[in-house]
């Protein structure tokens, strides 16, 4: 099992930058792909960025293209979302999550698919 503590949420004005991490405990740490989820209020758990094992592959929601870096340090047992221009719509407490993976490319875009969850980051972004 991996635990997941996710930090670096702040109140935030419209346009400025943002880096989250999730630190995980235990040494398997390399064997899990990581996601960032953020819920706002009243909406779903929606995806916002992925990583695969190796850090090779990534992927993100469309609304954050561009906008967002997902990262990771397989050393330290961090990973990271930079986050760049942020709007008041990018409000919401931002999960990382954590599932196991076979394969070292492989990226997951559903809540289903993760097993492990962080208690959650509060991003405010004011207008």
């Known amino acids: 099992q991996v635990q997941l503590v996710e930090s670096g949420g702040r109140l935030v004005q419209a346009g400025g930058s943002l880096r989250l991490s999730c630190a995980a405990s235990?040494?398997?740490?390399?064997?899990?792909?990581m996601g960032w989820f953020r819920q706002a209020p009243g909406k779903e758990r929606e995806f916002v960025a992925a990583?695969?094992?190796?850090?090779?592959?990534?992927t993100y929601a469309d609304s954050v293209k561009g906008r967002l870096t997902i990262s990771r340090d397989n050393a330290k047992n961090e990973v990271y979302l930079q986050m760049y221009g942020l709007e008041p719509d990018d409000t919401a407490v931002y999960y990382c999550?954590?599932?196991?993976?076979?394969?070292?490319?492989?990226?997951?875009?559903?809540?289903?698919?993760?097993?492990?969850w962080g208690q959650g980051t509060q991003v405010t972004v004011s207008s």
């Open positions: 990583i695969s094992m190796s850090g090779e592959s990534t």
């Open positions: 235990g040494r398997a740490f390399s064997s899990v792909a």
């Open positions: 999550a954590a599932t196991w993976s076979a394969s070292w490319s492989t990226v997951y875009v559903n809540s289903w698919e993760y097993g492990m």
